[in-house]
């Protein structure tokens, strides 16, 4: 019986996911001793030929204590894999919690972004950020811990009680990143557009926006793109509008969208004036909404 007989029989409980989460988990662990063993084999293959390990020969130090050295000068590098590789430890099991349907960060992950088909109406996004700041947050956390404990464990063989002070500020610049990133979790919510928050799987919300379009947020890196704007047009004529459109960008707008208040009747034309006076024919055909391309523009 797997996870998902269990769950359809009505007889999961806590010890079905060990039986059947442990064993790759722990597949998972021996992969990584076997990992661990070679790499921390090869620091120390490559401090034999250093320098200081062929004097300490020379001086007759016993096998043991050169042993001794040549370990704790390994150990950086190795306290350094370690910390480097926790991540990907880490998504090996949540790798395993999704392929076995054990309800955790893998799960979490995955139903926070999916798509949903809708039959001939196209593809829906469902996104839920609330799930994927929690499952950052949670790999942010045991990555912090991880740190401070292999720092730890670095100045403990390496600097001894002179290493103290040094660890208390790098605990203290730890602190502040992630007091950092939590202020900004908080506040994030009250700079965006709520409305857009609700009506994120909506097709029809979106539908006047470029799907190509970066966001708006890219000019305050030094861009000068487009932004999305409702232009109002003005009756100039028995049967002649007017839009006016400020052109200061570096690029043209990837759409130019059309539409009509009142689905007018007959053929219209869309006309095109550049501020030099050059006049562009962009359509003349039966009255549609009209969505232009960049190219056309």
């Not at 403990?156 to 900004?184: E, N, T, V």
């Amino acid at each position: 019986m797997n996870i998902q007989q269990a769950a359809a029989n009505n007889t999961l409980n806590t010890m079905t996911y060990l039986k059947y989460y442990l064993p790759p988990a722990f597949t998972l662990f021996l992969a990584m001793v076997w990992e661990y063993a070679f790499t921390i084999s090869t620091f120390i293959q490559e401090e034999k030929e250093e320098y200081h390990v062929v004097a300490d020969k020379a001086k007759g130090l016993p096998d043991g204590r050169i042993k001794k050295k040549l370990l704790r000068v390994a150990l950086p590098s190795f306290l350094t894999y370690t910390t480097y590789n926790f991540i990907d430890m880490l998504m090996n099991l949540l790798v395993v919690e999704l392929v076995f349907s054990v309800p955790g960060l893998g799960y979490l992950l995955v139903a926070s972004f999916k798509v949903i088909h809708k039959g001939p109406d196209g593809i829906y996004l469902l996104y839920r950020p609330q799930l994927i700041f929690f499952v950052s947050f949670v790999i942010l956390f045991l990555y912090t811990i991880n740190s401070i404990l292999m720092e730890g464990l670095y100045i403990y063989w390496i600097q001894g009680p002179r290493g103290g002070s040094d660890m208390g500020k790098k605990l203290i610049a730890g602190g502040i990143i992630i007091a950092a990133y939590l202020i900004f979790a908080l506040i994030s919510p009250l700079l965006v557009n709520e409305n857009a928050i609700k009506n994120w799987n909506s097709r029809m919300y979106w539908a006047d926006y470029s799907s190509l379009a970066p966001p708006e947020w890219i000019n305050l890196f030094g861009e000068n793109l487009p932004t999305t704007e409702n232009l109002s047009s003005v009756k100039i004529g028995p049967d002649t509008y007017r839009m006016e459109y400020n052109f200061k960008y570096s690029q043209f707008p990837l759409n130019l969208k059309i539409k009509f208040i009142s689905q007018p009747e007959g053929n219209i034309i869309v006309n095109m004036t550049t501020p030099d006076g050059r006049t562009y024919t962009l359509y003349n055909g039966p009255a549609k909404e009209l969505d232009f391309g960049g190219d056309a523009t």
